[in-house]
């Protein structure tokens, strides 16, 4: 069975810093693209970053460039999102979603990480 | 950059009726367009890929269809458990982003 599981989230001021991860298991890791989506409470999804299997080709949504860094483990089964100088409107549920190997969607979600940026 | 409109932002229905909703992308983006069912609390699932193929384990009662600019997600008789939010999502060559739409959510009658 297909699982990721988010953690590092939590409270931080504007400014700060913060490192999320997601574990992977029941699937062969590095032969998948991976990606964050965020979703601002009681707002609609976007799209954060990509990082493809070898972690070649990575890419960043225009909102978050230059402060936050994707990056993966496959010896560990691992995903991560550094992110830094954040601010309140990176306020979020953080999810990591596996992309399918033929088409370019998410075919499976993590349950998500919160990340709140308040003094 | 793509943009996907939705609509309508709110769709009110019965179990056992017919649920319709529209996608629209700013250009085309040919057939590659996905549906996704969202409820409250849970991540995303994914419906529908390539705008009519079911995705693993998705009931037949959901179906796809369009091309191009516009594209539709057809519930065919509504169930308790499809009361939600449905996004679309597609993904651009250049710039390499991924879009979603900003959310139809269907609601109980």
């Known amino acids: 069975e297909v699982q990721l599981v988010e953690s590092g989230g939590g409270l931080v001021q504007p400014g700060g810093s913060l490192r999320l991860s997601c574990a992977a298991s029941?699937?062969?890791?590095?032969?998948?693209?991976m990606n964050w989506v965020r979703q601002a409470p009681g707002k609609g999804l976007e799209w954060v970053s990509y990082?493809?299997?070898?972690?070649?080709?990575?890419y960043y949504a225009d909102s978050v460039k230059g402060r936050f860094t994707i990056s993966r483990d496959n010896a560990k089964n691992s995903l991560y999102l550094q992110m830094n100088s954040l601010r309140a409107e990176d306020t979020a549920v953080y999810y990591c979603?596996?992309?399918?190997?033929?088409?370019?969607?998410?075919?499976?979600w993590g349950q998500g990480t919160l990340v709140t940026v308040s003094s | 950059e793509i943009v996907l409109t939705q609509s309508p932002a709110t769709l009110s229905l019965s179990p056992g009726e017919r649920a319709t909703l529209s996608c629209r992308a700013s250009?085309?983006?040919?057939?590659?367009l996905a549906w996704y069912q969202q409820k409250p609390g849970q991540a995303p699932r994914l419906l529908i890929y390539?705008?009519?193929n079911r995705a693993t384990g998705i009931p037949a009662r959901f179906s796809g269809s369009g091309s191009g600019t516009d594209f539709t997600l057809t519930i065919s008789s509504l169930e308790p458990e499809d009361f939600a939010v449905y996004y679309c999502?597609?993904?651009?060559?250049?710039?390499?982003?991924?879009?979603f739409g900003q959310g139809t959510k269907l609601e109980i009658k």
């Open positions: 999502q597609q993904r651009s060559n250049w710039p390499p982003v991924y879009t």
């Open positions: 029941g699937f062969t890791f590095s032969s998948y693209s």
């Open positions: 979603a596996r992309e399918a190997t033929v088409v370019t969607v998410f075919d499976y």
């Open positions: 990082i493809s299997s070898s972690s070649s080709t990575i």
């Open positions: 390539d705008a009519s």
């Open positions: 250009q085309s983006v040919s057939s590659y």
